[in-house]
């Protein structure tokens, strides 16, 4: 079955430390994943997807398809980057894409 | 620039009364619109998806319908609501394959 598995609920690092927030996945295709923030009082934002393979905020994250991971890492973490952070999996159905959602991971960056 | 609109962003329900989230897309056409909800603890979790006007999939069996009437509005409707509806309710739109969703602001029920 399609799962996305976030371990931690919750990562509370100090600023300028490195960050990897972890996401498995397990998916019988060939997997299309992203990672979702939501800051405090924003909407669910697109923060990065794996086929654009960019950095965004600082921010990348690679797909590893022998390990089944597609972890969010930033080597040095700032305290604007604090959100509730959502590894995602499309489960892709004729002419549309379902996303398949971790239960979310809350960075807290502490100064 | 497209946009999503939710509403109403708070909305506290006794039991066994109805319910109507709406949400509206502009700035684009024939989008995918999803609802999802997060239930306290967990993830989204996908419950209806439509690609087109008055084309509704189901992904979970619940006490919860949907329904698109118009090629850019999405309402999720009950007739009953039960104390489990409780939950953060969010919509979003995608244009299909390949193509990353956009969120609303989300609305947070509570049933009372």
């Known amino acids: 079955a399609q799962r996305v598995t976030q371990p931690e609920k919750l990562l509370s690092v100090f600023k300028g430390a490195p960050v990897e927030l972890k996401c498995n996945y397990s998916y019988s295709g060939s997997p299309e994943l992203f990672w979702y923030v939501q800051y405090s009082r924003q909407r669910l934002q697109l923060l990065l997807r794996h086929i654009s393979r960019e950095s965004i905020k600082g921010f990348t994250a690679d797909l590893n398809k022998g390990e089944t991971s597609f972890h969010l890492k930033k080597p040095f973490a700032q305290e604007e980057d604090s959100a509730m952070y959502y590894c995602a999996l499309s489960d892709y159905g004729g002419a549309t894409n379902k996303l398949i959602f971790g239960t979310g991971t809350l960075l807290a960056v502490q100064p | 620039s497209q946009t999503i609109h939710q509403w109403p962003a708070t909305l506290v329900q006794p039991v066994g009364s109805p319910l109507s989230l709406e949400c509206t897309v502009e700035?684009?056409?024939?989008?995918?619109l999803y609802w999802y909800r997060q239930a306290a603890g967990r993830g989204l979790q996908l419950l209806f998806y439509s690609v087109g006007i008055g084309q509704i999939s189901s992904e979970v069996p619940q006490n919860l319908s949907a329904s698109r009437p118009q090629d850019r509005q999405f309402i999720l409707s009950s007739k009953k609501l039960l104390l489990s509806d409780s939950g953060f309710y969010l919509c979003?739109?995608?244009?299909?394959?390949?193509?990353?969703?956009?969120f609303g602001d989300g609305t947070r029920l509570s049933i009372l």
């Open positions: 979003a739109w995608g244009l299909g394959y390949n193509q990353p969703q956009h």
């Open positions: 700035g684009t056409s024939n989008p995918n």
